[in-house]
């Protein structure tokens, strides 16, 4: 008897049927204790949500949208392969992924958080991925975009394209390192291409919907996190994790609360950061990480994630620490000014004109929105 074998019997068994049971238990409280909290706390959620709202409508939308058409245009028509050339050598040998992983890895680095997972969705969909290459690939491939590092933190909230192009690059060399990581011991894929790519007339369009789709699940975790956030610092819980982090004498009380927010949510961890004027390395290790809801978006593109989450947990916190290392080792052999100012707290939700205007953004995702509805009908038409 094999260990899947053995293991599928097992998660038949009564001990799985009582874990499954406790897990309806805790998710039953915990529906009822965040209702408590909502209701106890209404206004300062409705502050959170407008807020992230305009936060997703002025820097995430205008920024991530073209990324992630591009990604999902290079791999619905092919172009990412015959673009593929010295990328494709490049990503073979390094990462022992195929060619066609050449250009979503690229958007990974470049676009955002969620370019790279939808990249990997993709090709996996139509196989040109194996499982465990696109379980390799989503251990690295989870990083922030130069629009967000370097024009909306550096430039906006740290005062400081230096710190903003730092921080670009701490990250991007630690999720090349992990990278090759993740690859060592695999062989290197064959250079031709076993599955041949027929162009699709509708590419465009599907990399459109592809997009929007992104675009909208992205916003609506974003929003939903930072609802939960405030429920946390408003019922005391957020305090109590904070304290029993920094109890670990490894972090100051400031510089665990920053790492707390960090965990769950990025932009979330950015206002903290910057307020509570932790030092750059912290931002490293947050961006690195990605945050609890950039994981969960990444886990939605997939039906069954191909990578075990230990493992990917692994590497999320490996980046974050790699990173900070990495942005350190820069800044000293590029001195410089650093960070010249710090945004007030409040000010990472407050902007109101970075990547775009709000009636820019908001013409943008209504466009999403439209689409998504307009594409969707026209599927179930066949």
């Not at 599907?206 to 992104?214: E, L, M």
Request: with cysteine; glycine share 12%; aromatic share 12%.
């Amino acid at each position: 008897m094999d260990l899947k074998t053995a293991f599928g019997r097992r998660t038949s068994g009564p001990w799985w049927e009582k874990l499954h049971g406790l897990s309806a238990k805790f998710s039953a409280l915990a529906l009822l204790c965040l209702t408590a909290a909502l209701l106890a706390f209404p206004r300062g959620v409705q502050q959170s949500v407008k807020n992230s709202i305009l936060y997703c409508l002025t820097v995430l939308v205008p920024s991530l949208f073209p990324f992630m058409a591009l990604t999902s245009f290079a791999v619905n028509s092919g172009a990412g392969e015959q673009l593929g050339g010295a990328p494709g050598f490049l990503v073979r040998h390094l990462f022992r992924l195929p060619a066609a992983c050449a250009v979503p890895i690229l958007m990974s680095f470049i676009g955002g958080y969620p370019a790279g997972a939808r990249g990997a969705s993709l090709l996996l969909e139509q196989g040109k991925l194996t499982k465990e290459q696109a379980g390799r690939m989503m251990l690295f491939c989870v990083n922030p975009g130069i629009a967000f590092v370097v024009t909306f933190l550096g430039g906006t909230v740290l005062k400081s394209f230096r710190t903003g192009w730092l921080l670009f690059f701490a990250v991007t060399a630690g999720g090349i390192v992990l990278g090759v990581l993740s690859g060592l011991g695999s062989p290197v894929p064959p250079k031709g291409n076993d599955i041949p790519h027929s162009f699709h007339g509708n590419a465009v369009t599907r990399s459109a919907f592809d997009a929007a789709s992104a675009v909208l699940k992205l916003c609506a975790c974003i929003v939903l996190f930072s609802g939960l956030t405030t429920l946390l610092h408003g019922c005391g819980l957020y305090q109590l994790l904070s304290r029993a982090l920094a109890s670990l004498k490894l972090f100051t009380p400031m510089e665990a609360a920053a790492l707390l927010s960090f965990l769950i949510e990025v932009t979330e961890g950015v206002g903290a950061a910057s307020s509570l004027r932790v030092g750059p390395q912290f931002f490293a290790f947050g961006l690195a990480f990605g945050g609890l809801c950039v994981h969960l978006q990444v886990f939605s593109f997939f039906p069954a994630f191909p990578a075990e989450k230990w493992k990917f947990y692994a590497y999320r916190f490996l980046h974050g620490g790699v990173a900070a290392g990495f942005y350190i080792l820069l800044a000293k052999l590029l001195p410089g000014s650093s960070v010249e100012a710090f945004a007030p707290a409040g000010a990472v939700q407050g902007v109101t004109a970075l990547s775009g205007t709000l009636a820019g953004g908001l013409s943008l995702l209504l466009m999403c929105m439209a689409f998504l509805l307009i594409f969707t009908k026209e599927e179930k038409n066949g």
